[in-house]
T-cell receptor, first 115, second 112 residues
Framework: GAGVSQSPRYKVAKRGQDVALRCDPI?????LFWYQQALGQGPEFLTY????????KSGLPSDRFFAERPEGSVSTLKIQRTQQEDSAVYLC?????????????FGPGTRLTVT | RKEVEQDPGPFNVPEGATVAFNCTYS??????FFWYRQDCRKEPKLLMS???SGNEDGRFTAQLNRASQYISLLIRDSKLSDSATYLC?????????????FGAGTRLFVKA
């Protein structure tokens, strides 16, 4: 069956541009997560959705970052006025569980480079 | 202090060796625990969940010590294919649901 997919896989943006990253979770998965992973580091939590509700956005680094999941399936992470420090791999994960007890399945990530 | 801490390594071990990784967490509201494996330039994948009673999956054994707030992973009879970064993961229960915290990872290199 299909896993988690993300698009684009690679994105180069000039500083100041807006970008939108898409995540298609596994069908039927209630929970969806976004993470930011810098080189040599573990994934850093950005935000969490349970169906269409964004229950935790405490990891978003600034108000330039915005995420939505309007119909409880596909999610978009938007970064406005990109800065060089936004360069990282952005990972999306989904899980069947709404309680954190089950495995999270990760997409391949979007590698964002801000020049 | 980070919420989840791991020794970054790298651990360089010969094939057949036994290697152990530890991870400590600071939030007492931590509810569930996992080890994930991440290969270079790939996404993380679940290696195993960690239960209070300890659990084993083939060559891999995971332990949880809630009192001391640490998690361990033991790999026996290391294979070349075990070379990867091992990520300790903690889910913290909060009012909104839960939040997932990853450690920075421990790098393992298994040599022939």
């Amino acid at each position: 069956g299909a896993g988690v997919s993300q698009s684009p896989r690679y994105k180069v943006a000039k500083r100041g541009q807006d970008v939108a990253l898409r995540c298609d979770p596994i069908s039927g998965h209630v929970s969806l997560f976004w993470y930011q992973q810098a080189l040599g580091q573990g994934p850093e939590f950005l935000t969490y959705f349970q169906n269409e509700a964004q229950l935790d956005k405490s990891g978003l680094p600034s108000d330039r970052f915005f995420a939505e999941r309007p119909e409880g399936s596909v999610s978009t992470l938007k970064i406005q006025r990109t800065q060089q420090e936004d360069s990282a791999v952005y990972l999306c994960a989904s899980s069947l569980s709404a309680r954190g007890t089950y495995e999270q399945y990760f997409g391949p990530g979007t590698r964002l480079t801000v020049t | 202090r980070k919420e989840v801490e791991q020794d970054p390594g790298p651990f360089n071990v010969p094939e057949g060796a036994t290697v152990a990784f530890n991870c400590t967490y600071s939030n007492s509201a931590s509810q569930s625990f996992f080890w994930y494996r991440q290969d270079c330039r790939k996404e993380p994948k679940l290696l195993m969940s960690v239960y209070s009673s300890g659990n084993e999956d083939g060559r891999f054994t995971a332990q949880l010590n809630r009192a001391s707030q640490y998690i361990s992973l033991l790999i026996r009879d290391s294979k070349l294919s075990d070379s990867a970064t091992y990520l300790c993961v903690v889910n913290i229960l909060n009012t909104g649901g839960f939040k997932t915290i990853f450690g920075a990872g421990t790098r393992l290199f298994v040599k022939a």
